[in-house]
């Protein structure tokens, strides 16, 4: 049997070669790793070697799957899987296929069928909470070159042809891309679907409608809809540990995040015949992380990136895709088979690559969802890395990360760049396994000039100034306003300062209308008001059904000799000259029941919580009394500098980060003398929080931030 095997993969060595799909060296490794699994492998290709198959593209897909085992993982077998939930599935599936079949989407999202599901819950959960389960910890990192069976793996491959044959999409793909969506079985590694693509598609394809050219939307919003339906209906689950199917129907999944929905999600719809690709964005423009989402190949239209979670979430067709992906950096999919035009394939044989680049599989896409440009730099550095990189801006413990990489020509000493993305900060770096990330030249940000598309213009931060352009500078802030908590402030405009003696508010008077955008920390309006009312109510406007005040303090002056009192909240100090804290007169009146509404959100002195989930704020007193101001901030992310926290200083000096100072702010801002402009600096608070970001120093000792103000 190994002899008629070795002929027929020797026989078909120059249709493999042909397809760029696996060599047959590529084979003949992933079997030579296979080890007690290789009988296995070899099973599969013996399968699709036979004068059953009426040409032999069944046996490069077969070559394609085994070629590309290697770098992916596997969920134990079946004997390691917990009979009890797998039948607890069951008994949800067909509880729930009677409740929706032949249901329209409308009724699939209704209340009628939410409150069915959340009766039919408690029923499920009686189930869950008597079940003993036979729970045993599981390796989901195990090679899958080295456990998948045969029949998986035949399992799989006969499904995706017949997709090819039955599905409008699957049909229109290249060889290459089939065997990509519909043969691959792993994105991410470790993050394992137990089941092969014909089992994934017999579960859902009685909740989805069938695939045509023009609903792909629809069914992948029948897909959310399944997904969150099952949640609904299940509840919680009660594993510590991943099965690789099941979990995905419950809340509440251990250490399971957006790469996990992405890995699933793409599986099941490529098992639906809807190809669908695995991205993600390697970090973003300002803030820390990243996030994986799934994708249409282009080729069926340039439609917007999704995952289920989010019932709005379903593929729509972009007219402007530049825009919607504007906090990004450089985007990469996650691909089955190892990939050509990455820093793995192209490095040189003794090269280190940074972890988060190294992966055989990733492939940089940036430009199919963000505007780029090439971009050549001098390189002078002695290496004998055949890669350099640009990284950008990450606050956590690396402080820069590499997000795209260029081939260095060290003859010319230059280096290019084919996929930097416009309007972002980069370090310009190369790798050393000892040293780590190394700068080769300025910091810099490049734009493309608005009126002639062909110029760019690059803005350099200096590594060494003149001390003669040395400032004494003020810092207010450790990261810019958001544009989101900017718009959300500006929504308060029209809010309203209503009283009455009556608890329903008719009649009431109207004592102030906001006219401002307030500012992101605690300030003061004035009532012009000396008649005592028992109710006080603070409306958001009638435009705006969201209260978003994170904080709201009622005062009035210490002259009317209140008991019910307390000292209140200090208004924040941004210069010396303005010490006072704001009016030493007022002092702040509580209701009877403050104990029990101060951990409510407009109350818990957090910036970041509001209650925004009704459109008001009352103040109800046990008697009128007069309340003459109201302190309050909107909803924000408390970035500012916060006094008796600790704060470090840092200036990208001579290519690295460099500690200036710290100490602890004693007011709501920080002094720092004989700075340097444009040289790029970073606040860290050592106290708390996570947000933090780049800025330089103007001319007058300003702090201006890094896309916000210098772009």
Known sequence: MRLIFTLIFLCCVHFLMAQNLA????????????????????????????????DSMHYKAAGFLIANLPGHTSVENSTGDDAAIINILKIADSIYYRMVKDKSLDFLTSKALTDSLARTNKY???????????EREKDNNLPAVEHLSADFLIQQIDHAFWLRENSVFVRQLAFTDFCENTIGIQRVRGRN?????KELYLFFSKYLPDVTESNMSEV????????????????????????GFEEFFFNGIPDFDC????????????????????????????LQGKHSSCAIPTQFGHYAMFASGNLDRVPEIMDMPYEKYDGWMNLYTLNYAVQQANPYSLKNDKETIPENLSSP????????????????????????????????????ATDILPVTWGIINSKKSKVLFENVIPGRLYFPVYYDEDDGLIPFGDVFILNIDSTNRNKRIVRKFASKDKEANRIDAVVTRKFPRKDKMIALAKKLIGAVVLASNNAKFTPCDTLYTLDFEPQPYLQDITLNNTKPYKFYKVEAPRTNHSFTIAEIQFLTKKLYNYTNVMMPAALPVFKSADTSRGDTTLIRLIESDYEKRKNYPEYDGKMGTAPSAYPSVTMRLSEPQVITHIRFAPLNADNGITPGDSYQLLNFELNEWKEIETKVAQYNYLLFPKMYKNKLYWLKNLSRGKEEFPFIFDSEGNQRFIYTDVK
């Open 259 to 286: 790469f996990d929905i992405t890995s699933f999600d793409s599986r099941v719809l490529n098992a639906m015949g809807i190809p669908t690709t695995a991205n993600y964005n390697i970090a973003y423009k300002m």
């Open 361 to 396: 599989f990733i492939k940089d896409e940036t430009a199919l969802r963000i505007q780029t440009t090439s971009l050549t730099l001098p390189f002078k550095k002695k290496t004998n890395n055949k890669l350099a990189y640009l990284a950008t801006f990450n606050s956590g």
């Open 193 to 197: 679907v137990r089941k092969p693509g």
């Open 124 to 134: 499920m959960r009686s189930i869950i909470d008597t079940t003993h389960f036979n």
């Open 220 to 243: 992948i919003q029948y897909y959310n809809v399944t997904i969150d339906n099952f949640k609904k209906l299940l509840g919680r689950y009660p594993l510590s540990t991943r099965m």
């Open 23 to 54: 060599s047959p060296k590529a084979v003949e490794e992933a079997l030579a790793q296979a080890g007690n699994n290789r009988a296995a492998l070899e099973k599969v290709m013996q399968h699709y070697g036979t004068d059953n198959f009426r």
